[in-house]
């Protein structure tokens, strides 16, 4: 997990494309106008000109922009007992609280060579790589046997850690380039708005401990992606039609969702903004005299392999009418296995007279996609295996997988849609399923 990757800058279509420069840099096109990344926090916007409130507008000069880092917080004295395991990635050794979103840590979050361990609050520090370890990368401790923390020793830490922000390039009618800031957060920043009268033209990331702006780094707000044809949505009711004659007539209709973590919820804030909850609320909403109940059947952690022996109990017995599949823990099978897997589930679903909708996995942290960044594409042959799946089974597909791919077009950098940094979509994420899954309906 910690290895470090090349940087390499993708093709940004529709709304950026990318302009050779000289030396490193590369600009960016943002609504007409280049911003190319100076030194450290800097951007220069060019001459040109853009789009405001559909009317267009000059910038007559070279704007430079400087922007803040994100803000560091201090920790001090924070107790612990450390495990006597090497730290690890997000799942072996000792949490740094201050690093931690709702259960695990967030990858990059702490300030590299910043942790002190004491022996007390203001006692004699003790020796990194003798009595210590740290994973810089991960805010995971761990104790050395034979050094002089011991099991039940009592350690204090302190250490700095980082937020991230989304600030906005923003352009007023007059032509006057600016920097709309954000809100710092330890995960999932939000864009600002504008100010009125103003438009953004881009989001700029200030990541985890950042001090140089890359072309990456830059997110042109394009337009979000194009809504189905009719013709799409007709197909897309047909592999649903038993279940949505149910709706319209105003029947009593069961799903079940089956699933891993995400499924059970992953980071949604709340339980009403866990996709599946959302999903049945919004059917609710639109089919009001249709009685319709749920269950869960998602396991944090699992994937087809493991579930599909007791797809039985877990599912079919319960006699649902419609059973909705996500598993982004499939993801690293191959599209034979896929084929396998999701053959015996709907071949089983189909066989008690239900119906099936299949959703595209969300992304992931770039490394575990096997990006180089953020704005790479999405070569995941499992989740394209769904979506021929879905296609010579005929049943239902919520491509969430399509959405994300456009997130960073539409000035979104996807990964600020992680809320544990990893793997667990934040509430954001969550109404994506659900949008996705209301297309059939």
């Given amino acids: 997990m910690n290895v470090p990757y090349r940087h390499k800058m993708a093709a940004i279509a529709i709304a950026a494309s990318l302009i050779v420069g000289s030396g490193r840099a590369l600009a960016v096109e943002a609504n007409g106008l280049e911003i190319v990344p100076a030194s450290g926090l800097t951007l220069l916007v ?4 853009c789009t405001v409130d559909g009317r267009p507008v000059k910038v007559a000069a070279t ?13 001090r004295n924070e107790k612990h007992r450390l495990v006597a395991e090497k ?7 000792t949490r740094l609280q201050g690093c931690v979103s709702r ?6 979050c702490l300030v590299p060579g910043s942790v002190v361990v004491k022996d007390s609050p203001d006692g004699k520090p003790y020796v990194l790589g003798k009595d210590y370890l740290v994973d810089d990368a991960w805010g ?5 046997e034979g050094g002089r923390i011991g099991a039940r020793t009592d ?6 850690y980082s937020l991230m922000r989304l600030d906005a390039v923003q352009v007023s ?3 006057v380039v600016s920097i709309r800031s954000g809100e710092d957060a330890k995960t999932c920043p939000h864009p600002p708005q504008a100010q009125e009268g103003s438009m953004a033209i881009a989001n700029i990331l200030l990541d985890y401990n950042s001090q140089e702006l890359k072309s990456t780094d830059i997110f042109p707000v394009g337009p979000p992606l194009p809504a189905p044809t009719p013709d799409a949505l007709r197909q897309k009711a047909q592999r649903v039609a038993k279940t949505r004659a149910k709706l319209e007539q105003g029947q009593r209709l069961l799903i079940g969702f089956w699933g891993d973590s995400v499924t059970c919820g992953g980071d949604a804030s709340s339980p009403e903004k866990r996709f599946a909850d959302g999903f049945v609320a919004r059917l609710r909403e639109k089919y009001p005299k249709a009685q319709i109940d749920f269950f869960n059947a998602g396991i944090g952690g699992s994937n087809t392999n493991q579930r599909l022996p007791n797809l039985d109990q877990d599912v079919l017995q319960k006699r649902p009418d419609l059973v909705v599949i996500e598993y982004v823990n499939d993801m690293g099978f191959t599209p034979e296995t896929m084929r396998k897997h999701y053959y015996q589930a709907i071949d089983q679903i189909r066989a008690i007279g239900a119906e099936v909708i299949l959703i595209t996995p969300h992304f992931t942290m770039p490394r575990s996609m096997g990006f180089e960044d953020v704005w790479s594409q999405d070569q995941r042959a499992a989740c394209q295996a769904l979506r021929e799946i879905a296609e010579e089974k005929q049943v239902g597909l919520a491509d969430a997988a399509r959405v994300w791919q456009h997130l960073c077009k539409e000035g979104i950098p996807y990964t600020t849609l992680l809320y544990n940094g990893i793997n667990h979509p934040d509430d954001r994420g969550h109404k994506i399923f659900i949008e996705e899954l ?3 309906f």
């Fill in 87 to 93: 730290p690890r990635g997000w799942a072996v050794g």
């Fill in 173 to 175: 009618p007059e032509g």
């Fill in 155 to 160: 350690v204090y830490v302190d250490y700095r």
């Fill in 46 to 49: 060019k001459p040109g000109q």
């Fill in 63 to 75: 704007a430079t922009l400087r922007f803040e880092p994100a803000k560091i917080e201090q920790v």
């Fill in 103 to 108: 259960r695990t840590t967030l990858p990059g």
């Fill in 438 to 440: 209301m297309k059939s």
């Fill in 140 to 144: 995971m401790l761990g104790r050395i």
